[in-house]
């Protein structure tokens, strides 16, 4: 069974970097698809923020601008997510997710909530 | 970017009602439209894949249609389980983007 899980501090400070990682088990995320994150912020809205593809091609939203990094370690399965001169407006529950060659995410870690408060 | 205008932001219905959760894209999307349940407490569940074809697992009352650039996600004889808030996601370009949510109460 396909598995994802996020882990990284729930909190964090403005103007600092966020840093999550996704760790994958079932499935190698070199074999295939795309390895995404996506934010459920506050009041619902959710938002896709990028992937990171099986051979390591990066694809991000522009609202991010150079903000954004994801990037992987293929001898641990994991893939990793890096915001940069974070605000509050970054306060959100995070998700990594794969999406699959059906173009929709069908499998999702279970979220992890990250604040950014001073 | 493809806006995904989604209503009605939240609907109460009964058990013997139709449920249905539309989502009008600003341009066309040739059907690269997905449905998602989240659950409070959950990560959300992929229901509706292509705009109409229905993912692994998912009960049969659960249907996706599409007129023109409008999509819409049908429950039929909803369960209270199916309580929860519902959204599109549009992947036909990046940035893929979402509707704002459907919040869905059963009564």
């Known amino acids: 069974e396909i598995q994802l899980q996020e882990s990284g501090p729930g909190l964090v400070k403005p103007s600092q970097s966020l840093s999550l990682t996704c760790s994958v088990t079932?499935?190698?995320?070199?074999?295939?698809?795309?390895w995404s994150w996506i934010r459920k912020f506050p009041g619902n809205k959710m938002e896709w923020m990028g992937y990171?593809?099986?051979?390591?091609?990066?694809n991000y939203n522009p609202s991010l601008k150079s903000r954004i990094s994801i990037t992987r370690d293929t001898s641990k399965n994991q893939f990793f997510l890096q915001l940069n001169s974070v605000t509050t407006e970054d306060t959100a529950t995070y998700y990594c997710?794969?999406?699959?060659?059906?173009?929709?995410?069908?499998?999702w870690g279970q979220g992890v909530m990250v604040t950014v408060s001073s | 970017d493809i806006q995904m205008t989604q209503s009605p932001a939240s609907l109460s219905a009964s058990l013997e009602e139709i449920v249905t959760i539309t989502c009008k894209a600003s341009?066309?999307?040739?059907?690269?439209l997905s449905w998602y349940q989240q659950k409070p407490g959950k990560s959300p569940q992929l229901l509706i894949y292509?705009?109409?074809s229905l993912a692994d697992g998912v009960p049969s009352r659960f249907s996706g249609s599409r007129s023109g650039t409008q999509y819409s996600l049908k429950i039929s004889r909803p369960q209270v389980d199916d309580s929860g808030i519902y959204y599109c996601?549009?992947?036909?370009?990046?940035?893929?983007?979402f509707g704002a949510g459907t919040k869905l109460e059963l009564k």
């Open positions: 997710a794969r999406w699959d060659t059906i173009a929709a995410l069908d499998y």
């Open positions: 079932g499935y190698t995320i070199t074999s295939g698809y795309d």
């Open positions: 990171i593809s099986y051979s390591g091609s990066t």
């Open positions: 341009q066309g999307i040739d059907d690269y």
């Open positions: 292509d705009a109409t």
């Open positions: 996601l549009q992947s036909y370009s990046t940035p893929n983007t």
